[in-house]
């Protein structure tokens, strides 16, 4: 029997209007999902197409959000499932390149190490820099309050907002320049 290869790209482009939790699966297979809005004029026609990110691709929405627009691209996968009703024929829209076109003004929260290092992913800061940004503020522990967190990614978005008075900030909270 000759051997069968199906391979076929997808490209959407929309509007994010759901980012899904990663699903840990006991065989160790992650999938987490994101929801696009592909229609032109979501008014007269909504057209919500659900993509699936599997295994590290997941952490790639880590810093997407409701609202922003992406471009995403993947391949279109076919799977079959034996149930107690006979075998069911569906696809996937395996998504893995996702490029954020335009950000959704949106205030970004922060109450753990993870979220703060995807508000500093969001501006251009690895973890090296957020952990530096961290220590100059004082605050460097990773079991931080939660109001700590969050003062932190505040000072992250400003500093990216007024990068001169940022330059002068001695890391006091109280005297934030910004």
Not at 35 to 63: G, H
Not at 94 to 111: D, F, G, L, Q, Y
Request: with cysteine.
């Amino acid at each position: 029997m000759a051997e069968v290869k199906f391979t076929c790209r997808f490209q959407v482009a929309g509007k994010v209007l759901e980012v899904g939790e990663v699903q840990a699966f006991a065989s160790g297979f992650t999938k987490r999902t994101l929801v696009i809005e592909a229609s032109r004029d979501a008014e007269k026609r909504q057209n919500p197409i659900e993509l699936t990110l599997k295994k590290d691709d997941c952490a790639k929405a880590d810093t997407i959000g409701v609202g922003d627009f992406v471009e995403t691209e993947g391949f279109v996968e076919g799977h079959s499932w034996e149930g107690p009703n006979g075998v069911r024929h569906f696809i996937d829209l395996a998504a893995k390149s996702i490029i954020v076109t335009e950000r959704a003004e949106r205030p970004m929260k922060a109450s753990n190490w993870k979220e703060l290092l995807a508000v500093g992913a969001a501006y251009g800061e690895d973890e090296e820099a957020v952990t530096a940004r961290g220590k100059a503020f004082g605050k460097a522990s990773k079991d931080m309050q939660a109001a700590d967190w969050q003062a932190l990614a505040d000072a992250i978005i400003a500093a990216h907002a007024a990068p001169d008075a940022a330059e002068d900030w001695d890391g006091d909270p109280d005297d934030m320049p910004f």
